[in-house]
């Protein structure tokens, strides 16, 4: 444990709220899957990475900006999306745990796929603006540094986040994938074509990570084998957050970067995660359903 | 109903499994016998075993060497690069008559950068495909589980990347590291430069941030050890996870304690990583070290741009240098590989060292009786394209790295001594 200054703890709490809302884009798309199949989409973090990929290829081949990248990469990851759901999920709609076992399949294979399109060289990409940074004057000893790709990663998911949440509000496919979400036989009762709202969900949840990917590689170095470290991350942010709750995934995203950022400081970096397992252990003991989470009442 | 067809489908699938490694096996019962069991003559030239008598003058049978390579997962790139090295030298022999007359034959799989699979990898090329010789894998990390396996079978292990402590303090006896100096001294030209440095030059305080792997760590180990003894204060001293990606915590504090010297014990994309958010914190060292990673010219140049200006690191190798074969072996790999001269890794050198070692102790001795060989491998001198090369009785090697920094496009050997090209630049611009 040292103690650093508070310069430094300021510092660190600002990157770790601006990382976090980069990781509440990332997330959003696994806690929509999950609020609607009830399906834990193992292949979300492989999603992800095949987005940056795309991000990187645009790039190097196009020069096109990742911020630009989306309008290639979403439309592709929302059809593989809905193709995803309607031709292989929805044969094994009886039994989760095959759900689960088949998106893993899906991860391993598109590990794969990555692997030898694009070899498993680390892969980072540099535009004019990388690593620069907005210097925020708040004393004549405390310069904020904000660096441009994490706000800019920041007011990305903002927007992202807002578009979901204002289709899921104001849409009638909102309403009935909110439906869905709340009890799928009354939904169906009532009319709602449950497969196709299972099949635009899963690509409406590849489309955020499609955005999130593409932010993810402007900030940080991947390879075709990131994706297990990361599909970790987003679980347990949507496990906090309780797991079909969006504003809940908003909330434990901004948690985790800050308690990620700060923690490297106040004990060492290795430890750094243990602190938000912690918080998530304490959640879950006096609120199993997570901060945000309904409880769930199986019929 | 159901569940019946997906039992018919697991049965089929296991069946299907179970003839696949049938044939595998039997097909591998097809190579060359074990050389570590008498059974196997110790072929000299003239000494043909019965082979399957063709018409004409009987091809030799190869000798096969194998090597699980890291060619996917986090050593990917360095790996690949062995794996290249290995097949431009396997190529050069076989086009000047083989070895001991007989053509050499590679056996490379993937062990995905995974400790338990390289050691299956070894255990299955020594006992099932029978391969006669070995060469080892790319890293400590991986190099120090699969040299108990080779030492088990008696087998000799030529490795290309493995200089941590700890593959040289476990009292085996088959080890000999390909490289001119153990991992862990590869610092030691740059500690060398930095205490020779006059006064007003010369850092005062320096920062260690390193990835947990054992062959960082030993060259951290040896550069805090000789710059504390020289005077200079360690103000912070962080080790992270290897799949740690981002480092904009640690900068901060790097950044704000500013020590004039940083000093990086990385691979490749955590070198890119620290460098960025450095620059992200506003941290200006007047000095920067990092272990692998700038010695990758072009992942390091695409990652970073001009902040790589008067970056330094070591290396063991460059494709320019005038040392036995290297030319041939630059001129081989472009022919094989394509790309620029510039762009050809280290990695590739030092694997073509193995190669260079095993087959001059092989003709040495004009067999592949591993007990033979490695007693021959500890004689010495063998003639390499990173110089001369001796083993003392661990294996470690005997020589030293070069020191280089990055100038304009690439990088230049800036020391020590009359291997230096150019002059280093101290300070270095601002990144």
Known sequence: MHLPSWNVLIQVTIIGLLTGGVYALMASGLTLIFGVMRVINVAHGAFLIFSAYISYWMFTTYGLD?????????????????????????????????????????????????????????????????????????????TLRLPWVRVGGLVAAAIALAAIYLLLQKTNLGRAIRATIQNRSAAQLMGVNVESVQALTFGLGLATVAGGGALFSLIWTFNSGSHEEWISKMLSIIVLGGMSSLPGTFIAALIMGVTESVSAVVMTSYLSPIVFYLILFLVLIFRPQGLFGTRIREG | MMKSKVWHLLISIMVLSLLITACGGAAATEAPAAPAEPAQPAAAPTDEPAAPAPTEAAPAAPITIGASLPLTGRFSEPGT???????????????????????????????ASDQDTAVADYEKLITVDKVDLVVGPFSSFLVIPTSEVAARYGYAFVEPAGGAPDVFNRGLTNIFFAQPAPGSQQAIPFTDFLLALPDDQKPKTFAVVSQDDPFTLGVMDGVKEALTAGGMELVFDEIYAPETTDFSSIA?????????????????????????????????????FFTT?????????????????????AISWFPQAEEYQNADMVAKYLEMFGGNESDIPEDVANAFTVGQVLQQAVENIGSVDNAALIEELHKGPFQTVVGPLSFNELGQPQGSFMLLQWQGDSFAIVGPGDRKRSDPIVPKPEW
């Open chain 1, 66 to 142: 990742p911020f630009l990248s989306i309008i290639v990469s979403v439309p592709v990851l929302f059809t593989l999306g809905v193709l995803f759901q309607r031709y292989v999920l929805s044969r094994v709609k009886g039994d989760p745990g095959l759900g689960v076992l088949l998106t893993f399949a899906m991860a391993l294979t598109l590990e794969g796929v990555m692997g030898s399109l694009w070899e498993s060289t680390g892969r980072s990409i540099r535009t004019s603006y990388t690593s620069k940074v907005i210097p925020v004057v708040l004393s004549p000893d405390l």
């Open chain 2, 252 to 288: 901060i504090q790097v950044a704000d304690l500013d020590p004039d010297l940083i000093v990086g014990g990385t691979q490749l994309e955590d070198s890119i990583g620290q460098i960025r958010a450095y620059q992200e914190a506003g941290y200006q060292p007047r000095i920067a």
């Open chain 2, 81 to 111: 690069a062995a794996k290249q090295g290995y097949e431009t030298w396997a190529a050069i022999v076989n086009e000047n008559g083989g070895l001991l007359g007989r053509p050499v034959e590679l056996y490379i799989v993937d062990n």
């Open chain 2, 293 to 313: 990673g700038p010695s990758l010219p072009v992942p390091f140049k695409e990652g970073l741009g001009s902040a790589t200006e008067g970056v330094f690191a």
